[in-house]
């Protein structure tokens, strides 16, 4: 049975690889660090770094989510985005008219990847993020 995450084993900085691959369109990369620090309530979530795709110059791009100690992810704004699945595995949000499905997998921790799939009306793409240990807080 894999180990189960916790909200501990994400606190540090971590290097962010991303991909994302819309179904029509120019594909992106993104390069970064994410940060989780530890509050009274869990844990904030801060990546920053470099969105590349082709044809236009390199920008800055920057998100941030709040955790819970028992992995539910929130937007800044406090709307809940998804519940991270402790072993790995499927996870999913409803942003009307959209789905975006998830997968964590840590199977190679301290690094883990999360795949989302992003279908609808307004959204068709995939997005690909490897995350990589690089220091613990």
Not at 40 to 49: I, V
């Amino acid at each position: 049975m894999p180990t189960e995450r916790v909200l501990a084993d994400f606190i540090g900085q971590w290097a962010i690889a991303r991909t994302i691959l819309p179904k029509s369109g120019a594909a992106a990369r993104f390069d970064g660090r994410a940060r989780w620090t530890a509050t009274a309530s869990g844990a904030d979530y801060a990546e920053t770094g470099t969105l590349r795709m082709d044809g236009t110059a390199p920008m800055q791009a920057e998100r941030a989510y709040r955790w819970t100690t028992n992995l539910s992810v929130f937007f800044d704004d406090g709307r809940f985005f998804h519940e991270v699945p402790a072993a790995g595995g499927r996870t999913q949000h409803f942003c009307d008219p959209d789905t975006y499905t998830g997968t964590y997998d840590f199977a190679a921790w301290p690094a883990f990847s999360v795949m989302w799939q992003v279908r609808g009306p307004r959204k068709d793409y995939e997005m690909s993020s490897l995350f990589t240990r690089l220091e613990p807080f």
